[in-house]
């Protein structure tokens, strides 16, 4: 049966699928599983996420089968607009959210925004000579085997290289498949540690940063 893949680009109506996406990517690494995930606090922190995602993002694609939302790519271009934060919501009542969480919660939201930020800012110092990033690409278990990210990522290749990009950077966990970006061309030049004392138990976690060339 000939399935229906369409590439567009991202809508507002698309974020909320595109929250499950990253549930499914980074839920294990995040320790987003000992979250009440219909919370108020719950959805804040996916927007906070997002926002990270989005606030620098230039370029960003949906994948489509036979309708529906089954794959994303958010990536960002050093020279060229920045246009997709506004389709996040209201930040201030975000913030108000991210306070009804309980003190375990607070305390691992802000555990794992820290660690991250910490480590990945070790790994950022070497990325002075790359054009754009690639943010964030993920795909719907359902969805995998159709070679959607590949589609995906194809698109992506096309805009950098539209944009005159010569080389691109991403960073990754151990706790993330990274076999797609090693059989599509990634090189990884460098690498730290992220330790993270959750409320439910200690985490470690391997950050790798990725390069890309045009």
């Known amino acids: 049966m000939t399935k229906n893949i369409t590439i567009r680009e991202i809508t507002e109506s698309d974020i909320p699928v595109i929250k499950p996406l990253i549930i499914e990517a980074f839920g294990e690494g995040w320790n987003l599983g000992r979250y009440d995930q219909n919370s108020d606090f719950f959805n804040a922190a996916m927007e906070v996420y997002l926002s990270i995602f989005l606030g620098g993002c230039t370029f960003a694609r949906v994948a489509t089968l036979d309708g529906k939302v089954v794959g994303a790519i958010l990536c960002g271009e050093k020279n060229d607009t920045k246009k997709f934060i506004h389709l996040l919501g209201n930040m201030a009542s975000n913030s108000l959210a991210l306070l009804t969480g309980s003190d375990a919660e607070r305390q691992d939201f802000i555990e794992h925004l820290s660690n991250s930020f910490e480590a990945m800012g070790k790994l950022l110092s070497n990325t002075g000579r790359h054009g754009g990033s690639l943010d964030f690409i993920a795909v719907t278990e359902e969805s995998k085997g159709l070679k ?32 797609f970006y090693d059989h599509n061309g990634f090189k990884k030049i460098d690498q730290t540690e992220a330790n993270y004392n959750y409320s439910n138990g200690k985490k470690r976690f391997d950050i790798f940063l990725y390069e890309y060339k045009f």
């Open 148 to 179: 959607i990210g590949k589609q995906l990522w194809s698109e992506a290749v096309k805009y950098f290289k539209s944009q005159k990009c010569k080389a691109i950077y991403l960073i990754s966990d151990s706790a993330c498949n990274t076999g």
